[in-house]
């Protein structure tokens, strides 16, 4: 976003945050200019962020001679906390700001259908947090909580997990009364760890994020300075075929009949869960033949299909796919590629985005959950939420 549209100033902090967050540190200059900021606000919007215990500098051998020698960082003396419910259990933990889990604890969940277990594990997982926070005197600034199938409305239903959100919200809001928290769909987690947060780049214009998991799920994802950086979008459920096998939403055929984790596992005989804990490696487990690398490349096809139908209406500029697709070797991805050629008007020469896969580090729940704790944090400036927000994020 250039500089003369960073008006407010939750929106220049956000900006500040985001590029300290993503980089680990940097000198004020460098800083200064990722962010289109004088020399000026920049010392003006660090003395705030600092008085406020956010950032932090530190002195650093110069980059040349004469050159800056404080390097700022984001501070490391500051927590988040976050609750992942995925892969039959229920991980929760706190991180510094810098991304370093201090905390981290895992409770078996394996039906997710069982509201009372549900119920259950999380009052015992906040409590546990809570006593760990209060033994060393610590306030997160945010709780994110990742929930599977999380939909905006309350009493929308939940196809992957029975967990009431109302009732978990309320619970938190008891718990720590002084902590912002937020209840995101774990997509839209997935996100904010793959596509904000250390290592990650400058978004500057909307990208498409799709994940193909257990469920198929997508996200428009914005610069941090956006209204909303991270919205999630319904994609698994785009009917791809007619008479297709019927799917737990109650249509036929759709995208997530032929392309989820289950759906794959169908194809080399091995289960959902399986599939799933095997994350990045399930492709040791399985054993490849000519008519399995046929299934499978049609799968992604059709998920290149639903895509290239998507940037037919919607201009972005990546698409970014994680999920079991990211461990294929590149030759047995060319179908996805090709789906999205053929279903693109012009081709995809003519559309020139770019397609990364992104490799799945995230079976170490309960990151997505920190990262959409910090994710918040970030987009606000380090500021209290936004009053006419709500504090879900869900598909
Ligand atoms: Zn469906």
Redesign the pocket.
Known sequence: MAAEQLRTRRQTRAAVLDRLLATGGLFRPQLAADCGLTEVSISRILADLREEGLVEETRRPAPYPGGPSQIVTVAQDQWVAGFTLANRRLSFGAATLGGDIAYLERLPLPDLTDRAALADAFVRAIDALRSWCGARGVVPLRIGVSIPGLRERADAPNPITALDAAWLSAHLEVAFPAVPHALVNAVAARAAAHLFGPGSEPVATRHLFVHLGRGIGGAWVEPVTAAAPIRPIEF??VVVERHGPA???G?RG?L??FASAGAIGRIFDIGEAEMLAADNDWLRLVRMTDRRRRLVADALHRVGLAIGNVLNIVRVSLVAISGWPSALPEDQRVALHQGIEDSVFGGTAALRVPLRFLPSTLGSDPRPALAWAMHELVRDGGLAPRREETRRVAS
């Open positions: 698994g459920h799917c737990r939403c249509h759709c997530e009949t």
